[in-house]
């Protein structure tokens, strides 16, 4: 589409979200481990649909095909990008990681523009005091698969768990979300959390509605986003300072950007 506005004289502006360009999986992992995504040529076939090559190739044909395609593939998107009029990323690293793989879009031409959002921030001072017993409620909100790191948080639960804590407050985690489109990882975090010397500590809450974000944090005190791919600009954690909500992040691009 950047091909044919640019042959119509029609201006485009492109808005960057995550490392699609780069990546056809888009997260740059592999499993659960971070990936350069071929370096700046892309000679990456790793997250190709390899099953779309011919079948009677060898194992090293098929490699070769993919790292090629991978290639192309970069070659394309280098292309494209370099149509549109302008880009808009939502963060600073998204932008620098894009352009040390080689899709480097020039500062004339590009803009970092924070996402906007409705509503006043809350005051949790007003708020009526809890006390110091009562447990910490922390909770994740989003999206439920392995690059969320949900695992993580569920993983670090379980090591508080097998800590002494001396009389410290209890901690609850909620963790809201769609349990039913992965349910593979679905099932290996409720058995994480069923392994917990207290397995109520975790509740898998289910989703929530659109809008209903407010409302969710209020019974929260800390939003954890665990995620172990290089996040852009994760909603949840300026919903989470709306709110009044202590956010804990990972350290990767604009998670730590974000706070």
């Keep these: 589409c950047l091909e044919v506005a640019r042959e119509e004289g029609v201006r485009t502006v492109v808005t960057l979200h995550d490392f699609f360009l780069a990546c056809n999986g888009s997260v740059l992992l592999k499993g659960e481990e971070l990936c350069d995504g071929g370096g700046t040529e892309g000679a990456c ?14 194992d090293a044909e098929r490699a070769a095909a993919l790292e090629q395609g991978g290639r192309d593939r970069r070659d394309l998107h280098r292309r494209m990008l370099a149509l549109a009029d302008f880009v808009v990323s939502p963060s600073h690293q998204l932008l620098e990681r894009l352009a040390t793989m080689g899709l480097e879009v020039p500062s004339s031409k590009s803009a970092v523009v924070l996402y906007g959002y409705p509503g006043e921030r809350v005051d949790r001072s007003a708020l009526p005091e809890r006390a110091d017993t009562a447990p910490l409620r922390v909770g994740y909100l989003g999206g439920i698969y392995p690059a969320k790191g949900v695992h993580v948080l569920v993983e670090a639960f379980a090591e508080l768990a097998r800590r002494e804590r001396g009389g410290k407050r209890p901690i609850q985690l909620t963790v809201r979300g769609h349990m039913t489109w992965f349910p593979d990882y679905a ?73």
């Design 187 to 259: 099932e290996r975090l409720t058995s994480l959390a069923g392994g917990l010397p207290d397995p109520g500590a975790v509740d898998f809450a289910g989703p929530y509605a659109s809008g209903e974000a407010a409302e969710v944090l209020a019974a929260m005190d800390v939003l954890v986003v665990p995620s172990i791919w290089v996040e852009n600009r994760p909603i949840t954690i300026s919903e989470a300072y709306l709110a009044g909500v202590v956010p804990v992040v990972t350290d990767l691009g604009g998670m730590a950007e974000s706070v």
């Design 45 to 58: 076939g790793a997250c190709l649909p390899g099953e779309l090559l011919p079948g009677a190739l060898s």
